[in-house]
């Protein structure tokens, strides 16, 4: 089944800083890919998805980018600030059995003024 | 807008003792529901998922269990809690099965003791 690896599993960053997640997955039938931002002690909040058929997707100081030859799907967040602080999760779609999302491990971001 | 709803908040529960969790999709005819679980400071494993009301299917078995008694409602039990159950409970909705956005609710934060 799909595999999804995700790293660094923490970055710190100075406010204004970029700071870069990167997903690798395995299935290459894989069409579907999110990102999430989990505050300490919350759920998730979804930042942003984007279909297979999508390179480049830019929102809000996020930017997306998604290599299909590389499996590889990347997290950019542009001028970081200290509310950016949280563990962020890539999320692949998978129809094995129903199952809706596969996660990545997460990335700790601390952004320090 | 739809609307997702997870009670209680927080549970400290005995080991051996019975559990039920909730969760109301409100705003949403007929989603897709599914349950995850997370460890602390860990990534997000599907346990539940439910395409319409009276099925429920299982993608991980961790003695427990998942019905779907209305179509806004999702419920995950268990007669007799381990302390292995202990984690992050959070319900997610979908409006379909293929390349949709998945949301998630706020969790329920279990601690068995």
């Known amino acids: 089944g799909e595999q999804v690896e995700q790293r660094p599993p923490h970055l710190s960053v100075r406010e204004g800083d970029s700071a870069i997640i990167i997903c690798t997955y395995t299935d290459s039938a894989t069409a579907y890919f999110s990102w999430y931002k989990q505050e300490a002690g919350a759920g998730l909040q979804l930042l942003m998805s984007?279909?297979?058929?999508?390179d480049r997707k830019e929102e809000q100081g996020l930017t997306v980018l998604l290599n299909k030859k590389d499996k590889r799907l990347s997290l950019n967040l542009t001028a970081a600030h200290p509310g950016d602080s949280a563990v962020y999760f890539c999320a692949v779609r998978a129809y094995q059995g129903g199952r809706a999302l596969i996660f990545g491990t997460g990335t700790t971001v601390s952004v320090s003024p | 807008a739809q609307t997702i709803h997870q009670w209680p908040v927080a549970e400290i529960k005995a080991v051996g003792s019975p559990l039920s969790l909730g969760c109301t999709i409100k705003?949403?005819?007929?989603?897709?529901l599914y349950w995850y679980w997370q460890a602390t400071g860990g990534t997000l494993q599907q346990l539940f998922y439910s395409i319409t009301v009276g099925q429920v299917e299982s993608v991980v078995q961790l003695n427990l269990s998942a019905s779907r008694p209305k179509d806004d409602q999702f419920i995950l039990s268990t007669e007799k809690l381990l302390l292995s159950h202990s984690g992050f409970y959070l319900c997610?909705?979908?409006?379909?099965?293929?390349?949709?956005?998945?949301?998630f609710g706020k969790g329920t934060r279990l601690t068995v003791v």
């Open positions: 997610a909705w979908s409006p379909g099965t293929t390349n949709t956005e998945v949301f």
């Open positions: 705003g949403k005819s007929s989603p897709n």
């Open positions: 984007v279909l297979s058929n999508v």
